[in-house]
């Protein structure tokens, strides 16, 4: 999906955004109606802040991405599961313990090097993809909550209704390129990779606990460097490798920890 994203730097944000929800409320949406599923949500508060977080995450992150190399884009976003387990404490009333702490501050020593801040201009891309991972994980928080009361596909319909209703007043108030064959495609390939995703993520946060889940989303680090390396041939600098190493590193402690405790 970041790929995707990246692919198309003519494309304004707010049609990439919508693409990405349209085809998701379409791909949920009609299995739902052929199936007379309910859509009444039990818990329409809930509903909507995870909606609103995830909409903030995905523009953040989106907008990073726009202005960031594919493999710091995403190595910053990976700090979301470190938010899911602040907020979850917070929120969830879920113990934080010692080797989270240890964890947390591993990941954000490596979030200062991959950001590098130099307090220019330069920083904002960095800031604005570190606000994305701070509502990305106020979301999945959310979720983590929401799932007792709604079922995912629910849960996915309504965050892909409400970005899609929200971002329909920015195109028309001049954010939208009529697409050529090879960018719809990319927008085409960003809603179904997306899409595939949030709902594998959304039933993930139904069966464990939200402070769990996050080493399983780091293959994403291996995977965006390829990426970038093959297409725009962008390599990490040594600061950022560094600094990816500590973020696993301590998705790696939480984790392990995690299981030996289990």
Not at 32 to 55: E, H, I, Q, T, Y
Not at 175 to 201: C, D, H, K, N, R
Request: aromatic share 14%; charged share 10%; proline share 5%.
């Amino acid at each position: 999906m970041a790929a995707a994203v990246k692919s198309v730097p003519q494309i304004p944000l707010a049609e990439k955004v919508f693409f990405r929800n349209f085809i998701g409320l379409i791909a949920v949406g009609i299995p739902m109606l052929r199936n007379r599923v309910s859509f009444k949500p039990n818990n329409p508060k809930l509903v909507f802040l995870r909606s609103a977080f995830g909409l903030s995450g995905v523009a953040m992150y989106y907008a990073s991405l726009e202005r960031l190399n594919l493999s710091d884009a995403v190595i910053i976003n990976k700090l979301s599961p470190f938010f899911v387990i602040i907020l979850s404490m917070v929120f969830l009333k879920e113990k934080i313990k010692k080797h989270q702490f240890a964890a947390i501050g591993l990941a954000l020593i490596g979030a200062a090097l991959v950001v590098k801040p130099g307090f220019n201009f330069e920083l904002l891309p960095a800031l604005i993809g570190l606000s994305g991972a701070f509502f990305a994980g106020a979301a999945y928080t959310t979720i983590r909550k929401l799932s007792a009361y709604d079922p995912a596909q629910l849960i996915v319909f309504y965050f892909c209704l409400f970005s899609t209703i929200v971002t329909i007043p920015f195109m028309f108030a001049g954010q939208f390129v009529v697409p050529t064959g090879s960018e719809l495609f990319y927008l085409v390939l960003i809603g179904l990779s997306a899409l595939t995703a949030q709902l594998f993520m959304t039933n993930a946060y139904r069966h464990a606990p939200a402070s769990q889940l996050s080493i399983y989303t780091y293959a994403n680090v291996v995977f965006s460097t390829f990426l970038g390396f093959v297409i725009w041939a962008e390599w990490p600098d040594t600061l950022t490798l560094l600094g990816a190493g500590l973020i696993v590193g301590g998705s790696g402690i939480n984790f392990y920890f995690n299981q030996k405790q289990k």
